[in-house]
T-cell receptor, first 114, second 113 residues
Framework: AQSVTQLDSQVPVFEEAPVELRCNYSSSVSVYLFWYVQYPNQGLQLLLKYLSGSTLVKGINGFEAEFNKSQTSFHLRKPSVHISDTAEYFCAVSEAGTGNQFYFGTGTSLTVIP | DGGITQSPKYLFRKEGQNVTLSCEQN?????MYWYRQDPGQGLRLIYY???????QKGDIAEGYSVSREKKESFPLTVTSAQKNPTAFYLC????????????FGEGSWLTVV
């Protein structure tokens, strides 16, 4: 079965600094990749997704992620964070041919420091 | 607006009681899911359903039950057999088939008192 690893459980960063949240998955089969953001007491909101094509994917709120097949990674980046980016971020993977199975990482808590 | 509606947002359960969390979607999605979220543990799959009148157990199905009588509805019952039910519960749905995106409701907090 697929597994998803988010290497950093907590990431503090100063406002207007860049940030990278790391995500690695286990299987090298054809995959679809997602990043979600969760604000306190709310559901998960889709930030961006990679299905095929260009390995650099742009999402909402200025975030982007790069799919690296050889390293089985899908790291999330933002060049300049805002206070409002403080939230929990989840990486998710689904595999081609497995229907609707989704695998989630354990999340990374991003705290933006003023 | 299209989306997933969970209710209630907050629910309190007494020991030994069954409670049901509602989940309704108007996205015309075939697949629906229930996840449990505890602090620091991410999301854990309770049950999922890919079609009406059919559902499968996830990783932590014990003490929970579901039904899927209509495409748009997937209620979750937390039974008295669930010994530690206090958690945040998330309902989700997706299009059938590979590459479909999973979308989430706003979640429901269940607290045992």
């Amino acid at each position: 079965a697929q597994s998803v690893t988010q290497l950093d459980s907590q990431v503090p960063v100063f406002e207007e600094a860049p940030v990278e949240l790391r995500c690695n998955y286990s299987s090298s089969v054809s995959v679809y990749l997602f990043w979600y953001v969760q604000y306190p007491n709310q559901g998960l909101q889709l930030l961006l997704k990679y299905l095929s094509g260009s390995t650099l994917v742009k999402g909402i709120n200025g975030f982007e992620a790069e799919f690296n097949k050889s390293q089985t990674s899908f790291h999330l980046r933002k060049p300049s964070v805002h206070i409002s980016d403080t939230a929990e971020y989840f990486c998710a993977v689904s595999e081609a041919g497995t229907g609707n199975q989704f695998y989630f990482g354990t999340g990374t808590s991003l705290t933006v420091i003023p | 607006d299209g989306g997933i509606t969970q209710s209630p947002k907050y629910l309190f359960r007494k020991e030994g009681q069954n409670v049901t969390l509602s989940c309704e979607q108007n996205l015309n999605h075939d697949a629906m899911y229930w996840y449990r979220q505890d602090p620091g543990q991410g999301l854990r799959l309770i049950y999922y359903s890919q079609i009406v009148n059919d559902f499968q157990k996830g990783d932590i199905a014990e003490g929970y039950s579901v039904s899927r009588e209509k495409k748009e509805s997937f209620p979750l019952t937390v039974t008295s057999a669930q010994k530690n039910p206090t958690a945040f519960y998330l309902c989700a749905s997706s299009i059938e088939g590979a590459g479909g995106t999973i979308y989430f409701g706003e979640g429901s907090w269940l607290t045992v008192v």
